[in-house]
């Protein structure tokens, strides 16, 4: 009895030192964000929520495009001929802005449109949003993580809302026995279910990386959480998810740190793939078990912050762009971007590297062999090339898989545009046709945040469609690029700022 009497005063001990160590860094970050003037993040999220409230009217406004932007969803209207655009975020080298903006793409009129609806949620980024006709037309969107213009703060989201279309209302959803606070995880819509997996909470003095599953029933408006039989995957985040047309869903890859030591991080790209599939005669919805299986045809180099959408009867998936970041060192990364795009068939998961024939490309060309093949043949890999390397932060264009029958295609077909390389834009599919927005690239400590827009029949698979074209040479940036090296104090800021952005791009491949 001693002993227990004993570890129980060591047990209080250690929460008392625990409660005085988070009292010191509570004291440090509000003089921090004194000096910034900038509030407690949490006020400024409750305060943007309070203004939400008071909108009592929707506006809509015709605009020229959404502003350049990453880590936002984009999907198309269960309905109409639109897709739907919302929140994300962009970072200039000084500040960074996360947004709440509903946009409406109208595809025949080729036009943008901002709408304002009352009580709407807060900004936010790395977020999940999916579509269903029911009701009207309804937009379920949950978590995400909203960050405050310096960077110093980080609020992470674990709110469901829903966008009621016809009626052009947001509606908040007050459900208990929900996920925790998360961004970076995946949702997907499966027989009027919202399935939750996976995600991260980062707090920059703690993180964690979840593996669970949620199910969040949009007729009932109850949460569960998922006891999935077999082996899980690892907990993770950015994965690949989508719904398969049987009702099962597919998993693959995603990304995930651990420490190995004070303030070192490891970062780990998964390249395994799991089916969460519903147990045979279960009603009730809420049996399911994991099983682990391996994606055949095409192998490519690992990635991350690599988005993937499919088709609307669920028989096929695309994927655009990623990024590796290669570790040389305890503080140093080499960030491979990626432009190759594929595609993987969903019924018999097999992937393939998906190639433009180019407009001008003769009838009797190889493109039957070249794209429609699915068994692909042995491939070999470019070199990736180095397009900059600032000594801290290298930026290479990674290797894209070419097949060997693409020995068939002559120099002209070969450089077919295709848009450039980057991560985590925006992938929608309408009618037989993918669209593709925004995204993220990084030049040394340059983050290039794009706004560019394309289209592509994926039926003909000839050419990318220029819908708004790459503007990133506009684009301004206040980081280490336009500071000066002069002076010791100005060396050790830019050096601060050079850490900073390591840290940033190691989260971008969270999302």
Not at 55 to 73: D, K, W
Not at 495 to 507: C, K, N, P, T
């Amino acid at each position: 009895m001693g002993k227990k009497g004993k570890d129980k005063k060591k047990g209080k001990g250690a929460e008392k030192t625990a409660a005085k160590t988070d009292k010191k860094q509570s004291n440090k970050l509000k003089k921090e964000l004194q000096k910034l003037g900038e509030e407690d993040i949490e006020t400024i999220v409750s305060q943007i929520e309070k203004e939400e409230k008071k909108r009592q009217q929707v506006s809509e406004s015709v605009i020229g495009a959404p502003t350049r932007r990453l880590n936002f969803t984009l999907i198309p209207h269960p309905d109409k001929e639109q897709l739907i655009l919302y929140g994300g975020e962009f970072y200039n080298g000084q500040k960074t802005f996360v947004y709440n903006d509903l946009f409406f793409y109208n595809i025949p009129n080729n036009t943008w449109t901002v709408v304002k609806a009352p009580a709407g949620p807060p900004p936010r980024c790395s977020h999940q949003m999916v579509a269903t006709s029911a009701n009207k037309g309804q937009l379920w969107l949950f978590g995400g993580e909203f960050v405050s213009p310096s960077q110093a703060q980080f609020y992470h989201y674990r709110d469901l809302w829903v966008y009621h279309l016809g009626a052009k209302q947001w509606e908040k959803i007050i459900a208990p026995n929900g996920p925790s606070a998360r961004s970076g995880h995946r949702m997907v819509y499966v027989k009027k279910n919202l399935i939750v997996f996976g995600g991260f909470h980062d707090n920059l003095r703690d993180y964690k990386y979840f593996n669970d599953v949620y199910c969040f029933n949009t007729e009932s408006y109850k949460w569960t959480k998922l006891e999935p039989g077999g082996t899980p995957p690892a907990p993770r985040s950015a994965c690949c998810m989508v719904p398969l047309n049987d009702g099962r869903v597919l998993i693959y890859g995603g990304y995930s740190k651990e420490k190995i030591k004070k303030d070192v991080d490891k970062g780990h790209v998964f390249t395994d793939s799991f089916l969460l599939t519903p147990e045979k005669n279960d009603t009730t919805g809420t049996k399911w078990k994991w099983v682990q299986v391996k994606l055949g045809g095409s192998h490519f180099s690992p990635r991350c912050s690599m988005p993937m959408t499919s088709t609307p009867n669920n028989t096929m998936a695309y994927c655009y762009g990623g990024v590796f970041d290669v570790e040389e060192d305890d503080e140093n990364l080499a960030g491979v971007f990626y432009n190759d795009f594929f595609s993987l068939d969903l019924e018999k998961l097999v992937w393939r590297n998906v190639t433009i024939s180019g407009k001008n490309k003769n009838k009797e060309s190889k493109k039957e062999e070249i794209v429609g093949d699915v068994e692909m043949e042995e491939e070999k890999t470019v070199e990736p090339t180095t397009i900059s390397d600032d000594g801290v932060f290298k930026v290479t264009v990674g290797p894209s898989l070419v097949g060997s029958t693409d020995k068939t295609i002559n120099s002209c077909e070969i450089m077919v545009f295709q848009p450039s390389p980057r991560l985590n834009c925006g992938l929608a599919i309408k009618h037989g046709v993918l669209f593709l927005y925004g995204g993220m690239f990084e030049d040394g400590d340059k983050q290039v945040t794009f706004s560019d827009f394309y289209s592509i029949d994926l039926k003909k698979l000839d050419e990318w469609k220029v819908l708004i074209r790459d503007d990133t040479a506009n684009q301004e940036w206040f980081g280490s690029d336009d500071e000066s090296n002069d002076g010791q104090e100005e060396e050790e800021e830019s050096e601060d700022g050079e850490e900073d952005e390591s840290d940033d791009s190691e989260m971008e491949t969270d999302q």
